[in-house]
């Protein structure tokens, strides 16, 4: 069911970049991958929000499959001079010595070439959309009391939230401010619901705010949501309301909002709009003061791009697109002579960073490689968290005479298991059952797991959905470190156990 190494032999595939970059990391069977991979057409997508220890990465996979007779296509939206110099010197060139300022715009590289090659797209340009851009402090009450209104006045707004508890908390908030019997839908989409639960809400308001129009809230809607919006999702809001966020990223979001031409938007949201969500935050500031008042997007993001975005968008009435992406994108990247003193700090410490990430992908390869595991995305970013899966049962598995063990999960049929026995089934219905969340929330209780567990999933503690509490029980409560329930509407939550002292591996 996860068997990614024998995906990548069949002759066509979808697949996250992790399979690809295993090919070029110090792990069992990359040379399988490699192979897999060899003179096949290789798409990679999204490769403006790789850091620079896995674009490092990314260039010596290209180099790796230009070797083995790849065509390799790397495509972005939100692609700077600098990092499209360093994909075309993987590839064995340089840029001209004048390059058109197009958007978009193809640079190829053919075979044997030392100078890429710049193509202009034919065709007639869109027209440029000009975004309002407006900011609003997360702390005001009246922020949130205009995006209910909005919603009112028949608006389908989209919230984007930098971390899940965020979301959680701004959904039910904007849920308790928005009357009754308007008609305003609202809904929560995060990384923390099961695999089946995510897949019917991304789904659902796809159909909702996407091409179509059929299905669109006639009384207005808010969906409040994370990260997972930012790309490959086909949503089109009236306003976008956003956390402070690095500038591509913002520019990605941006992507939410008008995204495709519709007749009758609601009065005040013919133009797009765009409401930033900015912290009082004083730069000049120590880091440790500075980190509080960015909030937990601090611990998302480096809070020196918090900073150029800050600097670049706040107070700027509206961003113009496509026109304004490049110079935008370059502004970001380039560091600023004057700094206030706790930027200045910040910026030094992410060079420093950036510098050890580079060296650290340097020494990236296969030597040793027998002896190293090849779990995906563990080696792939820098300081990437272990993650683990909270899987939600029906009831307690139960097992009778011969060892024959009936597994139900929370939703589907029971399934059988016979000793010894791999029931694909199973895996299957675990997975879809399952919520991916930071691996120390689950230390202690996937020690405690049965066999069949591991067998069928990895890294995983099985519980027991209560329908009426939300509680997961997993067996000892009382001595757990932490605490779960789950419910469809709001997703995973956990909360510290109080009375049980956690070690410092578990903080």
């Known amino acids: 069911f996860a068997a990614g190494r024998r995906a990548l032999l069949a002759p066509f595939g979808t697949g996250t970049v992790d399979q690809a970059l295993m090919s070029v990391m110090a792990a069992k069977h990359a040379a399988l991958r490699l192979f897999?991979?060899?003179?096949?057409?290789?798409?990679?997508?999204?490769?403006?929000?790789?850091d620079p220890y896995t674009s490092a990465l990314v260039d010596q996979l290209v180099r790796n499959l230009l070797a083995v007779g790849c065509s390799v296509f790397v495509l972005s939206v939100t692609l700077t001079a600098r990092r499209r110099r360093e994909l075309v010197a993987a590839a064995g060139a340089t840029l001209p010595a004048v390059m058109p300022d197009d958007y978009p715009l193809v640079t190829r590289v053919p075979t044997g070439a030392t100078v890429a090659e710049p193509i202009r797209i034919p065709g007639e340009r869109p027209a440029p959309v000009e975004v309002a851009l407006e900011t609003r402090s997360p702390d005001d009450e009246a922020t949130w009391q205009e995006i209910a209104t909005a919603a009112e006045a028949g608006a389908c707004v989209l919230v984007i939230r930098n971390t899940?508890?965020?979301?959680?908390?701004?959904?039910?908030?904007?849920?308790?401010?928005?009357?009754?019997?308007?008609?305003?839908?609202?809904?929560?989409?995060?990384?923390?619901?099961?695999?089946?639960?995510?897949?019917?809400?991304?789904?659902?308001?796809?159909?909702?705010l996407g091409r179509g129009g059929s299905l669109r809230p006639i009384g207005g809607s808010i969906l409040v949501a994370t990260q997972v919006v930012e790309q490959s999702v086909d949503i089109d809001a009236d306003l976008l309301v956003t956390d402070l966020a690095p500038v591509d990223l913002i520019i990605q979001r941006l992507g939410r909002l008008h995204r495709h031409r519709r007749d009758g938007r609601p009065a005040g949201f013919e133009q797009p709009r765009c409401r930033i969500l900015l912290p009082q935050i004083d730069w000049s500031g120590g880091e440790?003061?500075?980190?509080?008042?960015?909030?937990?997007?601090?611990?998302?993001?480096?809070?020196?791009?918090?900073?150029?975005?800050?600097?670049?968008?706040?107070?700027?009435?509206?961003?113009?697109l496509p026109s304004d992406i490049r110079p935008l994108l370059e502004a970001s990247d380039a560091c600023p002579d004057s700094l206030p003193a706790g930027a200045r700090s910040f910026a030094d410490s992410l060079l420093v960073e950036h510098?050890?990430?580079a060296l650290s992908?340097?020494?990236?390869?296969?030597?040793?490689?027998?002896?190293?595991?090849?779990?995906?995305?563990?080696?792939?970013?820098?300081?990437?968290?272990?993650?683990?899966?909270?899987?939600?049962?029906?009831?307690?598995?139960?097992?009778?005479?011969?060892?024959?063990?009936?597994?139900?999960?929370?939703?589907?049929?029971g399934i059988v298991l016979r000793p010894g026995q791999f029931s694909f089934p199973l895996a299957k219905a675990l997975h879809e059952n399952a919520v991916r969340v930071p691996f120390y929330l689950l230390r202690d209780r996937v020690g405690e797991q049965?066999?069949?567990?591991?067998?069928?999933?990895?890294?995983?503690?099985?519980?027991?959905?209560?329908?009426?509490s939300h509680e997961l029980l997993f067996g000892n409560e009382e001595q757990?470190?932490?605490?779960?329930?789950?419910?469809?509407?709001?997703?995973?939550?956990?909360?510290?156990n109080e009375s049980v002292k956690l070690s410092f591996e578990q903080l």
Not at 36 to 50: G, M, P, Q, R, T
Not at 450 to 468: L, N, Y
């Open 36 to 50: 897999a991979l060899s003179d096949k057409a290789v798409v990679i997508d999204e490769v403006h929000s790789y």
């Open 164 to 208: 899940v508890k965020s979301a959680q908390e701004t959904y039910r908030h904007l849920k308790s401010l928005v009357r009754d019997g308007l008609g305003v839908e609202t809904g929560l989409l995060h990384s923390r619901f099961t695999f089946l639960d995510r897949q019917r809400k991304e789904q659902a308001w796809m159909e909702k």
């Open 288 to 320: 440790k003061e500075i980190k509080s008042e960015i909030g937990p997007s601090g611990w998302v993001y480096p809070p020196f791009a918090l900073y150029q975005a800050e600097r670049l968008l706040a107070g700027r009435e509206s961003i113009v």
């Open 355 to 357: 510098r050890d990430m």
């Open 361 to 413: 992908a340097a020494r990236q390869g296969w030597h040793d490689a027998a002896t190293l595991a090849d779990t995906e995305g563990t080696k792939t970013r820098w300081g990437a968290q272990r993650s683990g899966f909270v899987v939600l049962l029906k009831d307690s598995p139960s097992t009778r005479g011969g060892g024959v063990t009936t597994v139900s999960p929370s939703e589907g049929d």
């Open 450 to 468: 049965e066999p069949w567990v591991s067998e069928h999933i990895d890294d995983a503690a099985v519980c027991v959905r209560h329908m009426d």
């Open 480 to 496: 757990a470190p932490y605490r779960f329930s789950y419910c469809a509407e709001i997703g995973l939550r956990h909360e510290r």
